[in-house]
C-alpha cells in the first residue's frame, strides 16, 4: 500500500526559503522508473505542477519556478524535500506529494499541507 | 493562465451523461497520449480517474472514460451520481521542456 505524507512549516515569511518533506512507503525511490513530484493549489485555484525527481536522480522543474525550486531524495529515509526560495504571498498554496504512475501522471498523493506566506 | 483550456463548470442531472473538454496544443496534448484526468472533492487530495488519456486505474467506475481528438482530450462520466459533484482537472506531459501541464479544472454540478 503506497502513502505519503507532506511536512513542513504552516507559515513562512515573505523572502523566507520553504522547505518541504515527503514521507512515503510502499515503494522505493531506487527501483527503475518511480518518481516522486510536488505540485501545489492556491486556495480556490487550480493545481500547478512544481517539480519532480526520479529513481536515477534525474529531476524536472516547472519552468516558470526553475530558478526558486530544489528537489532532493534520500532513498535511506524515503524521503523527498523540495525547497523553495523567496516565498511571497501568491506561494500561500496546499502543497502535494505525488507518486509517479508514469510520465506526467500521478497516482497516489498526500493528504497535502497548507502553507501560508505572510508577514 | 493554465496551460490547458477547461471550461469552468459543467453541470447534468443524475443518470445523464457529461463530457469535460482540455484543449491544449500540439506540444502537449496532441503530442502524447499521456493526458490525466483526477477528481478533486471539497478539502480532499485528487484522485487519479483516467490515466494514458483513456485508462482507468483500479477501482474506478467504468462510468468514467477517457478519449482524444487531436489537441483536445475529453473525461465523458456517464450515469451521472451525486457523489461525481466534484472539480475536475485535466494534465499532459508536454515535452521535455515543460514537462508538466495542469487545466485550470472544471466544476460539475449535479443539479
Known amino acids: 500500500q503506497i502513502t505519503l505524507k507532506e511536512s513542513g512549516p504552516t507559515l513562512v515569511k515573505p523572502t523566507q526559503t520553504l522547505t518541504l518533506t515527503c514521507t512515503f512507503s510502499?515503494?522505493?525511490?531506487?527501483?527503475?522508473?518511480?518518481?516522486v513530484g510536488w505540485i501545489r493549489q492556491p486556495p480556490g485555484k487550480a493545481l500547478e505542477w512544481l517539480a519532480l525527481?526520479?529513481?536515477?536522480?534525474?529531476?524536472w522543474y516547472s519552468p516558470s519556478l526553475k530558478s526558486r525550486l530544489t528537489i532532493t531524495k534520500d532513498t535511506s529515509k524515503n524521503q523527498v524535500v523540495l525547497t523553495m526560495s523567496n516565498m511571497d504571498p501568491v506561494d500561500t498554496a496546499t502543497y502535494y506529494c505525488a507518486h509517479r504512475l508514469s510520465a506526467a501522471q500521478f497516482d497516489y498523493w498526500g493528504q497535502g499541507t497548507l502553507v501560508t506566506v505572510s508577514s | 493562465q493554465s496551460a490547458l483550456t477547461q471550461p469552468a463548470s459543467v453541470s447534468g442531472s443524475p443518470g445523464q451523461s457529461i463530457t469535460i473538454s482540455c484543449t491544449g496544443t500540439?506540444?502537449?496534448?496532441?503530442?502524447?497520449?499521456?493526458v490525466s484526468w483526477y477528481q478533486q472533492h471539497p478539502g480532499k487530495a485528487p484522485k487519479l480517474m483516467i490515466y494514458e488519456g483513456s485508462k482507468r486505474p483500479s477501482g474506478v467506475s467504468n462510468r468514467f472514460s477517457g478519449s482524444k481528438s487531436g489537441n483536445t482530450a475529453s473525461l465523458t462520466i456517464s450515469g451521472l451520481q451525486a457523489e461525481d459533484e466534484a472539480d475536475y482537472y485535466c494534465?499532459?506531459?508536454?515535452?521535455?521542456?515543460?514537462?508538466?501541464?495542469f487545466g485550470g479544472g472544471t466544476k460539475l454540478t449535479v443539479l
Open positions: 510502499g515503494f522505493s525511490l531506487s527501483t527503475s522508473g518511480v518518481g
Open positions: 500540439s506540444s502537449d496534448v496532441g503530442s502524447y497520449n499521456l
Open positions: 494534465c499532459s506531459y508536454a515535452g521535455s521542456r515543460t514537462f508538466v501541464v
Open positions: 525527481i526520479f529513481w536515477d536522480d534525474d529531476k
